[in-house]
């Protein structure tokens, strides 16, 4: 398999802050990963897909100036939550696979609560 | 887009007892990945099998391609197997993000 890594695994945070949760491919290179954001009870949605070295692609209403999207390196990914409220309040998680490989795998995912 | 059916959404069954989910998928895809959600939300990889059968202890698994389902069979449940199952696929020819199914509530009684 691949290990994926999410930091952090819970946040709580004031109305109005921004927050910032790092993705990272242990054990090998991604030059794509992929955001998705799950609901209480729901399915999980795909948000963007981070591309190392250029910007990401987001899915239809997603905001991209709300959810800021780094891919600086070919181990990390970033997702920034800006000017965060209560209703961004949610379980973000991120998954890559290694290059040439069709099989995804996912990181322990990041709970977001907004006050 | 793709549309991924699961069902049941919910299932109940008694410890050591048999159980099969489905999934069905409206077009041809590339990549088809069952999944276990535990309780802390994480994801477990169970099978990735865009065709055919593969097998992994208490836990099988079928896609019929050709007719756009796949099958996820559990012998023998314990309860740790308790938690939500999801499948999901990549659409063909598209990049590889994966569309996940609802899931099926998984709930086993000791």
């Known amino acids: 398999g691949a290990v994926v890594s999410q930091h952090p695994s819970r946040v709580i945070c004031k109305s109005g802050t921004s927050v910032k949760i790092e993705c990272r491919s242990l054990?090998?290179?991604?030059?794509?990963m992929f955001w998705y954001r799950q609901f209480p009870k729901q399915s999980l949605m795909l948000m963007a897909t981070?591309?190392?070295?250029?910007?990401?692609?987001?899915e239809q209403g997603v905001e991209k100036d709300k959810f800021l999207i780094n891919h600086a390196s070919l181990t990390l990914s970033t997702l920034t939550v800006t000017s965060a409220h209560p209703e961004d309040s949610s379980f973000y998680i991120c998954?890559?696979?290694?290059?040439?490989?069709?099989?995804?795998?996912f990181g322990e995912g990041s709970r977001l609560t907004v006050l | 887009g793709i549309q991924v059916e699961q069902s049941p959404p919910d299932l109940i069954l008694q410890e050591g007892a048999n159980s099969t989910l489905r999934c069905n998928f409206s077009d041809s895809v590339n990549n088809l990945q069952w999944f276990h959600q535990n309780p802390w939300g994480q994801l477990i990889n169970l099978f990735y099998?865009?065709?055919g059968t593969k097998q992994n202890g208490r836990l099988s698994a079928t896609t019929v391609a050709t007719e756009r389902y796949s099958l996820l069979y559990i012998s023998s449940s314990q309860t740790t197997d308790s938690g939500v199952y999801f499948c999901a696929v990549v659409p063909f020819p598209s990049a590889r993000q994966l569309t996940f199914g609802s899931g099926t509530q998984l709930t086993v009684l000791p």
């Open positions: 099998i865009p065709s």
């Open positions: 054990d090998f290179q991604a030059t794509t």
């Open positions: 981070s591309n190392e070295g250029s910007k990401a692609t987001y």
């Open positions: 998954s890559a696979s290694r290059q040439g490989g069709g099989e995804l795998f």
